[in-house]
């Protein structure tokens, strides 16, 4: 009751202010998870914002606060964007999913886009990418390339999202490469340079000669450097410092054709919750320049693959595939469904090692 | 010549003196640093300081105040303790954690029975948690006379690596969809910490917190464990002639914080938390080491620090979203403050004696 009251009253008196100043001004907050240096998952959502800034100029004012901590640290950042008289408030991490749907509740007129959550509420979209599209382009290059037949991938943690690119680099590098071998390490983080350091060594020792990796760090790339002949692949940002070797490609998120779509779909009123996954298709996922570390063939199959994907020709879960356990996950010619993907929980065949819990 | 003097006697006055002059020193530097950046300092230590307190939405920022104090306090007051007898717990962060594992998991254990029971249960969990995670490196202490910190500190990690494991496996929501985190614990009506009075901030953690404030008050000050405390820190071998246990007092210290630091971990979990996630801790338990220095080992000036703490906390993240200031220039912000303090420390036992050097 009190809460209600307090937010009426501060909506009047945001109400006077606005309608004195910037009556046209759409105002946007960005809410980040780690720092917008980490050169990965935060500085991609931050050229988004520019990007947004750059597009509408003066019809835009955006503001973020970045190392956010997840639950009630996030609440607040976003309660007081909202205050502060926010239209639109972008929550870029999985973990302010809670927070944003409390918050999203206090403010119904205050829109809000959570980045690879599964709520939603009438003001409360969601958002994602199909990373596991540029997975499958990694997976060819990967499998090709490795002259161990063992290539390294570092995951962060365990879940979907993760699993899911694990699948995808697996079976297209399987496809590419019969006898590759997948080894899997555990980081626990999303960015963390010693640890993820640490883990592309292991895997360098084991005989890995390509690193996959899905956290967010260019650390790996800098132990591949040093240990030389290993091939890495940038995650989120390009990590083009890396190229041409051993950095030979990339998958970029790139939020900014959906951050502006957004900020115009309010500007014009045709603003609604959805959930929006895009892929190569829509520019979400970008694949970062294949440099000539690669052979020239590998290229061009690589390229075919990537086209394939863009235009809805080829899917990345197409049968006949087996799980892990050889029970069958897809028929021949059929593909994987957005929910199955989208709770995706088990290895698909060929891949070694348990998912831990 | 300038020079340091050992003073006859620690100076009460500049003991109590340090804390405020290093909050000044730290908003003069802070305020040049903000310049440096290219901000107006005066309006950017405003930003912190002020808006929190008494902006435009004064009402919405105070209480929170009280939800990011809270846990400070609770854990700050406990470190006091053992800080004060030279026990040094370093992991209250992991005591934390695992108060909010236990407390959690008696709450989701019960899951959907609705019953006055549970959320009491869970904060007794929650204090059994903290207090047998403190207990590990109290009894190899005691035993085998092995390094408190260094145990302490190390346990943080491993309980980093419990909370992962529970928030992947074990206590993640079936619901959800294989993400990793628990049922929100905020929409379970019996495990909810929730507000006393809404909009007041006042959750059961806060009360909790003034509690201990007084509890340690009357510990140390009236108390024969207090003085046990005392006389360990100032002369450990005059109290082991006074009868003084060293033994007991580890084992009481180190097990005291913990179950404060446990109390911390389950309120916050069943309240402005939630959940039981990956990133749940957010450094408390480091935190509370800053204040409880901050605030000279006593528990009312705990309680200050921590209010202080909170402050820069709020305000910081308010200065970054208004200001644009990047989050780092916050962080050094925060980092001075305690630099500060240590540097003028050196004031309380020693004094500056300008002039010439006496020649033999």
């Given amino acids: ?357 | 010549m300038i020079a340091l003097e050992k003073r006859p006697e620690p100076s009460r006055a500049f003991s109590l003196a340090a804390p405020l002059l290093a909050v000044a020193a730290t908003m003069f530097f802070g305020g040049v640093l903000f310049a440096l950046l290219g901000k107006d300092p005066f309006e950017a230590i405003q930003t912190i300081f002020w808006e929190p307190l008494f902006g435009q939405h004064w009402r919405y920022y105070s209480p929170q105040l009280l939800i990011k104090g809270a846990p400070l306090v609770l854990i700050a007051i406990g470190l006091s303790l053992g800080f004060k007898a030279g026990i040094w717990n370093i992991g209250a962060e992991g005591q934390y954690i695992m108060g909010a594992l236990f407390g959690a998991g008696v709450g989701l254990a019960f899951y959907p029975t609705e019953s006055v029971f549970i959320f009491p249960l869970m904060v007794l969990a929650g204090a059994l948690g903290g207090w047998l995670w403190a207990m590990i490196p109290a009894v190899l202490k005691v035993k085998f006379g092995t390094n408190e910190i260094l145990v302490s500190l190390m346990l943080v990690y491993v309980a980093e690596q419990f909370l992962a494991s529970m928030a992947l496996g074990l206590m993640r929501n079936p619901q959800g969809m294989g993400f990793p985190g628990s049922r929100n614990l905020q929409q379970y009506a019996s495990a909810h910490n929730a507000e006393l009075l809404s909009g007041t901030g006042m959750h059961w953690g806060v009360v909790a917190a003034f509690i201990a404030v007084i509890f340690g008050y009357v510990l140390l000050a009236r108390h024969r464990l207090g003085f046990a405390i005392r006389v360990t820190g100032d002369a450990p071998r005059a109290a082991a002639f006074s009868g003084v246990n060293p033994a007991r007092l580890v084992l009481f210290c180190l097990g005291m914080s913990g179950l404060l630091a446990g109390l911390a971990g389950v309120f916050e979990v069943a309240g402005p938390a939630g959940q039981v996630t990956i990133d749940f801790n957010v450094g408390y338990g480091f935190t509370a080491i800053i204040v409880a220095f901050l605030g000279r080992l006593h528990p009312v000036g705990i309680l200050l620090a921590a209010a202080l703490m909170a402050l820069t906390y709020i305000g910081g993240d308010i200065a970054q979203s208004k200001l644009q200031l990047p989050a780092a220039a916050i962080q050094v912000f925060q980092g001075m403050l305690l630099f500060f303090l240590l540097a003028l420390d050196l004031f309380t036992n020693y004094r500056l004696r300008l002039g010439r050097k006496e020649v033999v």
């Fill in chain 1, 1 to 357: 009751m009190k809460f209600t009251k307090l937010l009426a009253s501060a909506a009047l008196v945001m109400g006077l202010v606005t309608a004195a100043h910037a009556q046209d001004k759409t105002k946007l907050g960005f809410v980040y998870v780690g720092p917008i240096g980490d050169g990965g998952w935060t500085h991609e959502h931050e050229k988004g914002r520019l990007a947004v800034q750059e597009r509408f100029g003066d019809k835009v004012e955006s503001v973020y606060v970045e190392s956010v901590a997840e639950g009630p640290d996030a609440e607040r950042v976003m309660t007081q964007m909202a205050l502060d008289g926010a239209d639109m408030i972008f929550a870029t991490s999985f973990g302010f999913m809670d927070p944003t749907i409390n918050v999203a509740a206090k403010f119904p007129d205050v829109k809000f886009e959570h980045a690879t959550g599964y709520k939603r509420a009438d003001n409360v979209s969601t958002y994602s990418a199909r990373f596991y599209e540029g997975r499958a382009i990694q997976g060819l290059i990967a499998g090709k390339m490795t002259k161990s037949n063992v290539v390294g991938y570092i995951g962060s943690y365990p879940i979907p999202e993760v699993i899911r690119g694990i699948n995808s680099a697996f079976i297209h590098a399987r496809k590419a490469n019969p006898d590759v071998q997948f080894k899997i390490v555990w980081a626990y983080t999303w960015f963390d340079p010693a640890k993820e350091a640490d883990a592309a060594k292991v895997l360098i020792e084991q005989g890995a000669d390509v690193i996959l990796q899905h956290t967010d760090s260019t650390a790996p790339q800098a132990a591949a450097q040093e240990a030389g002949n290993v091939v890495t692949f940038g995650q989120a940002s390009d990590m083009s410092q890396y190229a041409p070797y051993p950095r030979v490609s990339s998958i970029i998120d790139d939020w900014a054709p959906y951050y502006i779509a957004r900020t115009q779909a309010l500007m014009d009123g045709t603003w609604e919750s959805k959930d929006t996954w895009d892929g190569i298709g829509a520019g979400m996922v970008g694949i970062g320049e294949i440099s000539d570390a690669v052979p020239a063939d590998i290229k061009a199959e690589a390229l075919a693959l990537k086209a394939s994907l863009a235009d809805g020709s080829y899917h990345a879960f197409t049968g006949p595939l087996n799980k892990q356990d050889g029970t069958e996950f897809l028929a021949d010619g059929a593909t994987a469904d957005d929910a199955t993907l989208a709770g995706m929980n088990f290895y698909v065949e060929g891949i070694e090692g348990t998912i831990p819990q």
